[in-house]
T-cell receptor
């Protein structure tokens, strides 16, 4: 069975601090795909990144970076120099080649960035 | 290009009433999904479709039915609404490209209250 665990329910930081959101996954699929989504207070779900299991290269996009570690089944998300606009709920999600495209979501981490 | 749209945005039902939620996408995506989001539980898959005329059960299908008569539309029906179905419902679609699963694009959500 597939599972995604986001152990941090809520995180509160002060603006300009760095913050890391943890994501640990379980899957039996050989090929799988990991995603991060952002849900700001307005409620929509915004896609941030997709990582394929066969590509372990870490990625940086501006203040955002992702650390994919197959050995520890983790796909952590770091925001550098956080801003108030980063306040949102962040979801990690997983699917695999044997899942018919079904995404399994973690429970989400609510990030609050205070000025 | 509107992406994924959902109708209606809000709805209040009485227990036992029925309704249909409409999802439409204009991206020619094969896959479509219906999720529900409840506080502290992330997003849970209700039903999904891998193509026109096909549907399959997700994690929490009881009390819901779906239909995909046209590739661009995915309907979610509640035959006899119950208070436990009070939730925010999200529709999503994705493209299967070269047997690799791509990110899902989400609609804005429908907030449903069942009294």
């Amino acid at each position: 069975a597939q599972k995604v665990t986001q152990a941090q329910t809520e995180i509160s930081v002060v603006e300009k601090e760095d913050v890391t959101l943890d994501c640990v996954y379980e899957t039996r699929d050989t090929t799988y795909y990991l995603f991060w989504y952002k849900q700001p207070p307005s409620g929509e779900l915004v896609f941030l990144i997709r990582r394929n299991s066969f590509d372990e290269q870490n990625e940086i996009s501006g203040r955002y970076s992702w650390n994919f570690q197959k050995s520890t089944s983790s796909f952590n998300f770091t925001i550098t120099a956080s801003q108030v606009v980063d306040s949102a709920v962040y979801f990690c999600a997983l699917t695999g080649d044997n899942q018919g495209g079904k995404l399994i979501f973690g429970q989400g981490t609510e990030l609050s960035v205070k000025p | 290009n509107a992406g994924v749209t959902q109708t209606p945005k809000f709805r209040v039902l009485k227990t036992g009433q029925s309704m249909t939620l409409l999802c439409a996408q204009d991206m020619n995506h094969e896959y479509m999904y219906w999720y529900r989001q409840d506080p502290g539980m992330g997003l849970r898959l209700i039903h999904y479709s891998v193509g026109e005329g096909t549907t399959a059960k997700g994690e929490v299908p009881d009390g819901y039915n779906v239909s995909r008569l046209k590739k661009q539309n995915f309907l979610l029906g509640l035959e006899s609404a119950a208070p436990s179905q009070t939730s925010v419902y999200f529709c999503a679609s994705s493209l299967l490209l070269g047997l690799r699963y791509n990110e899902q694009f989400f609609g804005p959500g429908t907030r449903l209250t069942v009294l």
